[in-house]
């Protein structure tokens, strides 16, 4: 089955740690996000990706880094430069373009960070 | 102001309501509406995704758009204990964007 696949689901952090989070996708998509949830607000966009080796900085990218070696993968690295890390982070894919599609959003699971 | 707004809730309903599930907007320029539902500790799925104004239905679910006046509602027909989640609306102003606005998201519990 396609879709999106985000490892580790849970991860503990220490401060001063940078940690990687992996996502990785079947889906055949052009594009991948990667989001910030908190609770209360809405979902924050870090960084997006059209193509492989390029990418562009969301609302939200300080503290975070990230790279596009493999269409099908975009992993996210948060640094020890990100004060406030401990959050609910979601990869999404999606088809780049004009026509029916090119809006929808697909996600992976989640990966949960806890700085300890 | 937020661009979109949406009530955190939690709405809690009897097995068999009709939930109404809203979202408010002030960015004339969405066009393309969707509708995500999310489980506790998952990722979000679509469940609708309306371009323009009008009405769209898939089973259980109805989702319209009133461009005119900036909001957008989910409808849930014979709501079930399983359709308790979170959902969240989204837009956007153009296909091929990345960039998309989210509601915080309104808590559903549908009691059994």
């Known amino acids: 089955d396609g879709g999106i696949t985000q490892s580790p689901k849970y991860l503990f952090r220490k401060e001063g740690q940078n940690v990687t989070l992996s996502c990785e996708q079947n889906l055949n998509h052009d594009a991948m996000y990667w989001y910030r949830q908190d609770p209360g607000q809405g979902l924050r966009l870090i960084y997006y990706s059209q193509i492989v080796n390029d990418f562009q900085k969301g609302d939200i990218a300080e503290g975070y880094s990230v790279s596009r070696e493999k269409k099908e993968s975009f992993p996210l690295t948060v640094t020890s430069a990100q004060k406030n890390p401990t959050a609910f982070y979601l990869c999404?894919?999606?088809?780049w373009g004009a026509g029916t599609g090119a809006n929808v959003l697909t996600f992976g699971a989640g990966s949960r960070l806890t700085v300890l | 102001q937020k661009e979109v707004e949406q009530d955190p809730g939690p709405l809690s309903v009897p097995e068999g309501a009709i939930v109404s599930l809203n979202c408010t907007y002030s960015n004339s320029a969405f066009q393309y509406f969707m509708w995500y539902r999310q489980y506790s500790r998952k990722g979000p799925e679509l469940l609708m995704y309306t371009y323009s104004s009008g009405n769209k239905e898939d089973g259980r679910f109805t989702a319209q758009v009133d461009k005119s006046s900036k909001y957008i509602s989910l409808f849930i027909r014979d709501s079930q204990p399983s359709d308790s989640a979170t959902y969240l609306c989204a837009m956007s102003a153009a296909s091929g964007t990345y960039k998309y606005i989210f509601g915080t998201g309104t808590r559903l519990k549908v009691l059994a």
């Open positions: 999404a894919s999606s088809i």
